[in-house]
């Protein structure tokens, strides 16, 4: 079955500190793949997308995610977490015939320490 | 301009009450997707209209939901004879195109009691 995992459901990172968020995704072929951020009483943001090409994705806010075919991965990244990075962030795919369709992942709440 | 906005932001229904919840896309996208994020969930697919059209309604969870875009613009998902099992957040997106990137709305806090 189509699916999007991400196993860390919290995570914790001083400001400051190097971040990295997981995802696996599980399809027959190589789907699209997304990273939205979401602010509590805000409607979801796209980070970045991923469609083919390089491997190596930038995104907004200083963010980037790494697509791995061998690992099934795609995994956000950012060097230096700020506080305001604090939110909840959803790795989601779709799949070409029904590319319209977002699989989203459970999401990764992330904290930061002052 | 304007993001996606819905209305109304918090809802709360007595179970077996009807509900409607409204979805104002960005001008001008022609696509439109409705989305349910239970507690602690990322969102999953209901239902998605190109134009006027509704072009997969699969991911409804039962004959007790219903979507309608009659004009092409505005949507409203209702809900029928709620159950405690309906409580989410109900999310809009609209997109350019098929393919194109999806803004979401801030969502609807919908609470059965």
């Known amino acids: 079955a189509q699916s999007v995992t991400q196993p860390d459901i919290h995570i914790t990172v001083s400001e400051g500190a190097s971040l990295e968020l997981r995802c696996n995704y599980s399809y027959g072929a190589t789907p699209y793949l997304f990273w939205y951020v979401q602010s509590p009483g805000q409607g979801l943001q796209l980070l970045l997308k991923?469609?083919?090409?390089?491997?190596l994705v930038q995104g907004i806010k200083g963010f980037e995610a790494e697509f791995k075919r061998s690992q099934s991965s795609f995994n956000l990244r950012k060097p230096s977490v700020h506080w305001s990075d604090a939110a909840e962030y959803f790795c989601a795919a779709t799949l070409g015939d029904s590319s319209y369709k977002l699989i989203f992942g459970s999401g990764t709440r992330l904290l930061v320490r002052p | 301009g304007a993001g996606v906005s819905q209305s109304p932001r918090y809802k709360v229904a007595k179970r077996g009450q009807d509900v409607a919840l409204r979805c104002d896309p960005i001008?001008?996208?022609?696509?439109l997707f409705w989305y349910q994020q239970a507690l602690g969930q990322g969102p999953e697919f209901l239902t998605y209209f190109q134009n006027e059209a509704q072009l997969d309604k699969s991911g409804l969870p039962s004959d007790r939901f219903f979507a309608e875009r009659p004009e092409g613009s505005v949507s409203t998902l209702k809900i029928q004879r709620t159950q405690q099992e309906d409580s989410a957040v109900y999310l809009c997106a609209s997109s350019l195109g098929t393919t194109n990137e999806q803004f979401f709305g801030p969502g609807t806090r919908l609470t059965v009691l």
């Open positions: 991923y469609f083919s090409g390089d491997t």
């Open positions: 001008s001008g996208h022609v696509s």
